[in-house]
């Protein structure tokens, strides 16, 4: 059983005056969110078109998690089905390997893809997403996609929006942020069989924090400007602010919780930078989805550590040389 959090909650902030005409009630909500981010690196909004009944369709959307593991392997990226010429997009199934979670993920891109400058591993920036030959539920293909258009006009909403609310010049940091790239990503997170080694890394045992629950995902940072995270009821998903602080994200069914990712500090002239988070739980059954903004590939941007501006896809080449180049050469 999960212990009971002793964590202070992320802020709830209601941003649906962000998409009303009463510019009085917009820039309170500018400010709440500037300053959730400035403090916590992070809040939970509510209020924003499509939450209304959002939990419900995200249960649909998991449905692809029920599917025969045949039908979601369909999908599934080169790494694990080698005859697949999809590196990136598509079906990661549950690790047989010590990995840093035990969980499964099904994402998706842009449709139509999108284009990228020719550096080493380019290709997997410009694929295509990967269907299952069945749909768990009517219209969940046409559903996922939608949610990926409007969760990524929600989040560019938000970048003029932080702007405003840190007083910086709205299209300087909202602006490279405008395009279409961006994941729409779905995990399920499932209990761990007997020996499996989480944490990735030979004979280190799940960390334990201090009210008992084990860390199901690591400590980490996202790679792109903003992240917008949903969690079911079991919740888990914590942030950590620019004071070090630990606080717990409320499950809130029908709310998006918003972090920063590392590109966000160049955006906002250092004032933000990308939020530590991790998710901790009872290692059951646990699920969750995240969209992720990102700049389009030929978007020039500034990397966390400084220096002169690259497009976005030299720089996750940069970021990581392992993978790219790698990939590359095969
Ligand atoms: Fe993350």
Same mark, same amino acid.
């Given at each position: 059983?999960t212990?009971?959090?002793? %964590?202070?909650?992320?802020?709830?902030i209601?941003i649906?005056?962000?998409?009303s005409s009463?510019d009085t009630k917009r820039?309170?909500?500018?400010?709440?969110?500037?300053?959730a981010?400035?403090?916590?690196?992070?809040?939970?909004?509510?209020?924003?078109?499509?939450?209304?009944?959002f939990?419900?369709?995200?249960?649909?959307l998991?449905?692809?998690f029920?599917m025969d593991?045949?039908?979601?392997?369909?999908?599934a990226i080169?790494?694990?089905?080698?005859d697949?010429a999809?590196? *990136?997009r598509?079906f %990661?199934?549950?690790p047989?390997?010590p990995?840093?979670s035990?969980?499964?993920?099904f994402?998706?891109?842009?449709?139509?893809?999108?284009?990228?400058p020719?550096?080493?591993?380019?290709?997997?920036?410009?694929e295509?997403n990967?269907?299952?030959?069945?749909?768990?539920?009517?219209?969940?293909?046409r559903?996922?996609?939608?949610?990926?258009?409007?969760?990524?006009?929600l989040s560019?909403?938000?970048?003029a929006?932080?702007?405003?609310?840190?007083?910086?010049e709205?299209e300087a940091v909202?602006?490279?942020?405008?395009?279409r790239?961006g994941? *729409?990503?779905?995990?399920?997170?499932a209990?761990?069989?007997?020996?499996?080694?989480?944490?990735?890394?030979?004979?280190r045992?799940p960390?334990t924090?201090?009210?008992?629950?084990?860390?199901?995902?690591?400590?980490h940072?996202?790679?792109?400007?903003?992240s917008l995270?949903?969690?079911d009821a079991?919740?888990?998903?914590?942030?950590q602010?620019p004071?070090?602080?630990?606080r717990?994200?409320?499950p809130?069914q029908?709310?998006l919780?918003?972090h920063?990712a590392?590109?966000?500090?160049?955006?906002?002239?250092?004032i933000?930078q990308?939020?530590?988070?991790?998710?901790?739980?009872?290692?059951?059954?646990?699920?969750?989805?995240?969209f992720?903004?990102?700049p389009?590939?030929?978007?020039?941007v500034?990397a966390?550590?400084?220096g002169?501006p690259?497009? %976005?896809a030299?720089?996750?080449?940069?970021?990581?040389p392992d993978?790219?180049?790698?990939?590359?050469a095969?």
């Open positions: 059983m212990a009971q959090s002793t %964590y202070e909650n992320t802020r709830i209601d649906a005056p962000l998409h009463d820039a309170q909500v500018d400010q709440a969110i500037a300053q981010m400035e403090q916590h690196g992070s809040f939970v909004a509510t209020g924003f078109p499509g939450a209304a009944g939990g419900m369709q995200m249960q649909r998991l449905s692809f029920t593991e045949d039908e979601k392997r369909v999908c080169k790494e694990y089905v080698s697949h999809n590196l *990136y598509g %990661y199934p549950l047989d390997k990995h840093w035990h969980n499964e993920i994402d998706i891109g842009p449709e139509p893809p999108m284009t990228s020719d550096v080493p591993g380019a290709e997997s920036f410009r295509a990967v269907w299952p030959n069945r749909e768990p539920v009517a219209d969940w293909r559903e996922m996609h939608d949610v990926f258009v409007w969760q990524r006009d560019v909403v938000l970048m929006s932080i702007a405003r609310g840190l007083g910086l709205e909202a602006g490279p942020a405008r395009g790239n994941t *729409y990503r779905i995990l399920h997170y209990p761990a069989p007997e020996g499996f080694e989480l944490g990735g890394y030979p004979g045992e960390e924090i201090e009210d008992g629950r084990k860390l199901l995902a690591r400590t940072v996202d790679t792109g400007i903003l995270l949903w969690q079991s919740g888990g998903l914590q942030m602010g004071d070090e602080v630990w717990e994200v409320e809130l029908d709310g919780s918003v920063g590392d590109l966000i500090k160049g955006l906002t002239e250092g933000l990308g939020t530590t988070h991790r998710a901790v739980g009872d290692m059951g059954d646990r699920c969750s989805a995240g992720f903004l990102e389009d590939f030929e978007t020039p500034i966390p550590t400084g002169a690259v497009s %976005y030299r720089h996750l080449v940069n970021e990581f993978r790219f180049e790698a990939k590359n095969a």
